[in-house]
C-alpha cells in the first residue's frame, strides 16, 4: 500500500476559522511573542500565558473540522497515511485522522515544569493558574515555546523518510525546523503542495507538483487525482 505522509500546518485549519499566527491580523498581531509564547514569558508573567492559551482552547473547541481535515482523513481508505503537523488543534483528530504527530505540542495537555516527559491530558478547555501535575510540579501548556528545541522533529523526519508521497497543506514552508521536513523525502518521492499563493519552494528538490488553490479545494482535487490514478494502475493490471 502507498505510504502518503500529508504535513499541515496553520492554513489548512485557517478554513476552519481558526486564526493563523502569520497573517496580518493573525494572533502575533495582537500578541507579542515575547509575551505569551517564551519560556520568558511563563516565568515573568504566567497568568498571560495561561489565558492566552486557555482562550486558544475556547476558540479551537467552537470550531469544526473542515473538508481538508476530512479529506486527509478520507485517504485512509486507500492508503497508508501519516499526518505530521505543525498545528496545536485537535481538528485533524476530530476529522478521524488516526495518526498524527504534532511537531509543536497540544492544545489539550499540560505538561510538568519538573519533568516534561510527564504530559497529562487536560479535561475541559481551561487550565487552572496553580495546577499541578501527579508530581506535584506546576504543569504548563504542552506547547513548544519560542527558543525551545522541537522534540518530535527526529520522529517527523523518520515518517517524512518512509514517504512514496509527500502532500504539504496549509504550511509557509516558513517555521523552521518544521519547514526542513520536506528535505527528509526520498529524492524521487512526489511532493504535492496545496497552497494559493507563491511560498518559497527552493528548499524542495523532489518532483514538485503545486495545487494553487486553498486547502479546501485543493485537498478535494487531490483526493480525486489520486483515485484516478489508482483506478487507472487496476485498469492497466487488469488489461
Known amino acids: 500500500m ?14 476552519s476559522g481558526l486564526k493563523t499566527f502569520r497573517d496580518s491580523d493573525g494572533l502575533w498581531a495582537e500578541y507579542r511573542i515575547e509575551d505569551v509564547c517564551t519560556p520568558e514569558a511563563l516565568a515573568r508573567n504566567r497568568a498571560l500565558v495561561v489565558e492566552f492559551y486557555n482562550m486558544r482552547r475556547r476558540e479551537a473547541a467552537k470550531c469544526l473540522p473542515n473538508a481538508a481535515h476530512r479529506a486527509v482523513a478520507e485517504l485512509e481508505q486507500w492508503f497508508d497515511v501519516e499526518v505530521v503537523t505543525q498545528n496545536v488543534d485537535d481538528l485533524h483528530e476530530r476529522a478521524g485522522s488516526s ?3 504534532h511537531l509543536h505540542g497540544e492544545l489539550g495537555k499540560l505538561r510538568s ?3 516534561p516527559d510527564l504530559i497529562v491530558e487536560l479535561e475541559g478547555t481551561e487550565q487552572g493558574l496553580e495546577q499541578r501535575g501527579p508530581d506535584g510540579a506546576l504543569l504548563r501548556p504542552h506547547i513548544v515555546f519560542f527558543g525551545e528545541s522541537v522534540p518530535m522533529f527526529d520522529r517527523a523526519c523518520e515518517i517524512a523518510a518512509t514517504a512514496d508521497m509527500m502532500v504539504v497543506v496549509g504550511t509557509s514552508l516558513a ?3 518544521a519547514a526542513m521536513l520536506v528535505r527528509y523525502a526520498r529524492p524521487e518521492v512526489p511532493i504535492y503542495l ?26 478535494r482535487k487531490l483526493v480525486e487525482r489520486l483515485l ?3 483506478r487507472g494502475e487496476r485498469d492497466e493490471q487488469r488489461s
Open 2 to 15: 502507498k505510504k502518503i505522509v500529508v504535513f499541515t500546518g496553520a492554513g489548512i485549519s485557517a478554513e
Open 99 to 101: 495518526r498524527i504527530t
Open 113 to 115: 515544569m519538573r519533568n
Open 175 to 177: 517555521v523552521y525546523p
Open 194 to 219: 496545496i497552497d494559493p499563493g507563491d511560498p518559497d519552494t527552493r528548499m524542495i528538490r523532489n518532483p514538485l507538483h503545486h495545487i494553487k488553490e486553498k486547502a479546501t479545494v485543493g485537498m
Open 228 to 230: 484516478e490514478e489508482q
